[in-house]
T-cell receptor, first 113, second 117 residues
Framework: AQSVAQPEDQVNVAEGNPLTVKCTYS??????LFWYVQYPNRGLQFLLKYITGDNLVKGSYGFEAEFNKSQTSFHLKKPSALVSDSALYFCAVSSSSASKIIFGSGTRLSIRP | NAGVMQNPRHLVRRRGQEARLRCSPM?????VYWYRQLPEEGLKFMVYLQKENIIDESGMPKERFSAEFPKEGPSILRIQQVVRGDSAAYFC???????????????FGSGTRLTVV
């Protein structure tokens, strides 16, 4: 069975500071890892994904994520936060043999001016 | 490309009524997934369908819920005899290939917000 954990319900960061949103996963086999963002009353938008290759994945809006196999983590990062980054962020995982993506509970990111 | 289209955007039903949620996948996508999002919670997988087939319904409640994706027309998520606990946002996603083989995983619709009164 696959699962994903986002240990922080909320992350607060000042604009211009770096941000990190944490994610750990559990899956049998090689993981397919994703980050999505959800703005109020909207569907989820794809940010980035990792399947294989470089452990550092670059995605939309200046976000990146680092795959760490030994720690089974896939933390989302951005060097300099913007107020417009405030939203709900979901980490997600799928195994190479499964066909559905399982989502974490989400982390609300709040960037203060 | 209009993206994944869900309708209605908002649906209000009285307890005991039926709710029908529709999802038209992106053009060229033959795989559809339904997720439910309860207030202040994450997305819970419900069902995965391909044209005319249910591939994985492990997240569907055993009673009152059903889903279909006919050869022609949108995918339908049907909830019979709705109860207040069914109030949630229901999201549909589609992909051109099975599972995670698409370049961006899934493409999501904007959701249907069901309110049971």
């Amino acid at each position: 069975a696959q699962s994903v954990a986002q240990p922080e319900d909320q992350v607060n960061v000042a604009e211009g500071n770096p941000l990190t949103v944490k994610c750990t996963y559990s899956v049998s086999g090689n993981p397919y890892l994703f980050w999505y963002v959800q703005y109020p009353n909207r569907g989820l938008q794809f940010l980035l994904k990792y399947i294989t290759g470089d452990n550092l994945v670059k995605g939309s809006y200046g976000f990146e994520a680092e795959f760490n196999k030994s720690q089974t983590s896939f933390h989302l990062k951005k060097p300099s936060a913007l107020v417009s980054d405030s939203a709900l962020y979901f980490c997600a995982v799928s195994s190479s043999s499964a066909s559905k993506i399982i989502f974490g509970s989400g982390t609300r990111l709040s960037i203060r001016p | 490309n209009a993206g994944v289209m869900q309708n209605p955007r908002h649906l209000v039903r009285r307890r005991g009524q039926e709710a029908r949620l529709r999802c038209s996948p992106m053009k060229g996508h033959s795989h559809v997934y339904w997720y439910r999002q309860l207030p202040e919670e994450g997305l819970k997988f419900m069902v995965y369908l391909q044209k005319e087939n249910i591939i994985d319904e492990s997240g569907m409640p055993k009673e009152r819920f059903s889903a279909e994706f006919p050869k022609e027309g949108p995918s339908i998520l049907r909830i019979q005899q709705v109860v207040r606990g069914d109030s949630a946002a229901y999201f549909c996603a589609s992909s051109p290939l099975s599972g995670t083989q698409g370049a961006k995983g899934y493409t999501f619709g904007s959701g249907t917000r069901l309110t049971v009164v």
